[in-house]
């Protein structure tokens, strides 16, 4: 993790040795980290990401010759060089096709090509958004370069598209607009069935809290089958209950038509469960945050939210699980996996006296289940997308 400008600076001075010239623009992106409101966006619910440190950076220029070359600073083996015309889903795969879905969304508004070469510090594959922060990056950077009238509404669908058509990732709408849309020092309250947002102020440290990132190591992919299953259990589950989506269920008792005796209908319950139980517990924690209740009493939704991630919903992994018990173990007051599932990261509520100690507790189960001890990191709620240079 770097400051804007030695951030600037280090994807400046890659460019040019990659490409042999200035850039004519640097934009940086930011990973997310989910509060609260996992596998709710899709849903139509309610989510509660904060922004991380932590960004892509993609220094790009106009090209003249109808090719987009994509270069990366992490992987300076894995570069595309593809002509504009010629992009289509799945080609080129890999990292490339974010950005490449990208230009490929904008179906020929970039005729000249583009020379774009990215940097960054989010961590791939942890569930904080990295896929996101990449394709938001680069669509600010197309529509600054270009010219075009794209607001931050179509900023987040140009990067979803990206995502969803291109790549073949089945997310949200989280990933984007938080990495679009978050501001310093806030949590992002965001309606996801009707765009409707709220920046909430999260000043942690003022209550002698912090928000501590566990990073496992065990990584996930959204292009894999896991996240694609959940989404189509919750669109089956809401067509079986006549709803257009889950959001549209009050609560739990409304869930009772699933129910129905057979496997298929336990299972069904249960993923629609987590979303209606998920979708409460974003709004008692923006409760708890808006008033004058010690932040301290978000802590035990952040762990029911896990136990219903695991159970209900049955996206997390043993070593994931052992995580948050070791956080709460060594003091935290409430941990929960984030991300998609299936591997990634978990987040603990903490003193901020006691970020010492519940790191300790987290590494030493993970040395006693062979694992080394994980990557560790304090959020600072950070700004969202915007351009460097």
């Not at 600037?8 to 609260?36: H, K, L, M, S, T």
């Not at 992987?75 to 060089?81: G, H, I, N, S, T």
């Amino acid at each position: 993790m770097t400051g804007d400008g030695d951030a600037a600076a280090r994807a400046a001075a890659a460019f040019a040795e990659r490409f042999g010239r200035q850039a004519d623009g640097i934009w940086a992106a930011p990973g997310r980290v989910n509060v609260i409101g996992e596998h709710t966006d899709y849903n139509g619910g309610y989510v509660l990401p904060v922004a991380l440190p932590h960004t892509t950076r993609a220094a790009m220029a106009r090209r003249d010759d109808g090719l987009l070359v994509l270069a990366s600073a992490q992987r300076p083996e894995q570069e595309a060089v593809v002509p504009v015309a010629d992009l289509r889903p799945g080609w080129p795969g890999g990292w490339a096709a974010y950005p490449a879905g990208v230009v490929h969304a904008l179906a020929g508004r970039v005729p000249g090509g583009l020379s774009v070469l990215v940097d960054g510090d989010v961590p791939s594959g942890a569930g904080l958004s990295s896929s996101a922060a990449l394709s938001c990056s680069v669509a600010l950077g197309v529509r600054d370069l270009l010219d075009l009238d794209l607001d931050a509404d179509a900023l987040i669908d140009l990067a979803r598209r990206a995502e969803n058509d291109f790549a073949g990732a089945p997310t949200g709408v989280l990933d984007q607009s938080a990495s679009i849309l978050c501001t310093a020092g806030h949590a992002l309250f965001l309606d996801t069935r009707d765009g409707t947002r709220e920046q909430v102020p999260l000043d942690l440290a003022a209550a002698g809290l912090a928000l501590l990132v566990v990073d496992t190591g065990t990584t996930h992919d959204h292009t894999e089958g896991g996240y694609a299953d959940r989404r189509r259990e919750c669109e089956e589950a809401a067509r079986r209950l006549g709803v257009a989506l889950l959001r549209e269920v009050d609560d739990v008792p409304a869930l009772a038509p699933l129910a129905d005796g057979s496997l298929e209908g336990d299972l069904l319950l249960r993923r629609a469960r987590h979303v209606v139980t998920e979708d409460a517990r974003v709004l008692e924690v923006v409760a708890a945050l808006r008033g004058d209740a010690d932040p301290r009493a978000i802590g035990p939704l952040l762990t029911a939210g896990h136990a219903s991630l695991r159970d209900d919903f049955e996206v997390s992994v043993p070593l994931i699980d052992a995580c948050v018990e070791a956080a709460s173990a060594g003091g935290a007051h409430g941990a929960r996996m984030v991300g998609g599932g299936f591997g990634g990261s978990v987040v603990a509520l903490v003193d901020s006296g006691g970020v010492d100690t519940v790191r300790a507790s987290v590494a030493d189960r993970f040395a006693h289940e062979g694992h080394p001890a994980p990557r560790t990191f304090v959020v600072i709620p950070s700004p969202g997308a915007r351009r460097l240079t």
